[in-house]
């Protein structure tokens, strides 16, 4: 199947810092990519939908101030946790598609810890 | 309010014996299904979907059923193997939005 790489794959800042996730799709033009969270033991939570060269939609709940998402290319969107704090720490996962396609592809995951 | 549901966060199988995942929606306007493994600290992977004018699709160990009238969609593993321990989340999309609504997971643990 298709490639997506999501960088770092773990983090570890001190709280009121920022830190970018990147999610690339190694070998495929992903026009629209999704951001989630998994907090310990719950589901996956849809933060936002991005599409290549327009704004993010986010998800009833999600502070787009603070989660920054930006899909500059069809092979890489980020996610920028501004001003992070101990509550942000979670998994991240991004996940893109693939032209129509209804399977999407899932990055490694990025583990971040606010300390 | 939480319109995939897997009611049972975790399930132990013998090798060898069926595992059997279990999944329920609410929304009627799904008509796409996926399931999807997980291992600790790494991105789900895909294991296998189901569209909703099927109602069975099959590929290798794994089996996809779904029954439209009850909501509900189910898993197969036949035969469960170790390697097959993972978490496992069902997940739906509706119409022509590819937003993936996941479930809330079952952990299956394969045991020799």
């Known amino acids: 199947g298709a490639v997506v790489s999501q960088h770092p794959s773990w983090v570890i800042c001190k709280s009121g810092t920022s830190v970018k996730i990147e999610c690339r799709s190694l070998d495929f033009q992903a026009t629209t990519m999704f951001w989630y969270r998994q907090f310990p033991k719950q589901s996956l939570m849809l933060m936002a939908t991005?599409?290549?060269?327009?704004?993010?939609?986010?998800e009833q709940g999600v502070e787009k101030d603070k989660f920054l998402i930006n899909h500059a290319s069809l092979t890489l969107s980020t996610l920028t946790v501004t001003s992070a704090h101990p509550e942000d720490s979670s998994f991240y996962i991004c996940s893109a598609l693939q032209g129509m396609n209804t399977e999407a592809f899932f990055g490694q995951g990025t583990r971040l810890t606010v300390v | 309010d939480q319109q995939v549901k897997q009611n049972s966060p975790s399930l132990s199988v013998q090798e060898g014996r069926i595992s059997i995942l279990n999944c329920d929606y609410t929304?009627?306007?799904?008509?796409?299904f996926l399931w999807y493994k997980k291992y600790p600290a790494e991105g789900p992977t895909f294991l296998i979907s189901?569209?909703?004018?099927?109602d069975k699709n099959e590929d290798g160990r794994f089996t996809v059923f779904l029954n439209k009238s009850a909501k509900h969609l189910s898993l197969h593993i036949v035969p469960s193997q170790p390697g097959d321990s993972a978490v496992y989340f069902c997940a739906a999309s509706a119409g022509n939005t590819d937003k993936l609504i996941f479930g809330t997971g079952t952990r299956l643990q394969v045991f020799p």
């Open positions: 991005s599409n290549e060269g327009s704004k993010a939609t986010y």
């Open positions: 189901i569209s909703s004018i099927k």
């Open positions: 929304n009627s306007m799904f008509d796409y």
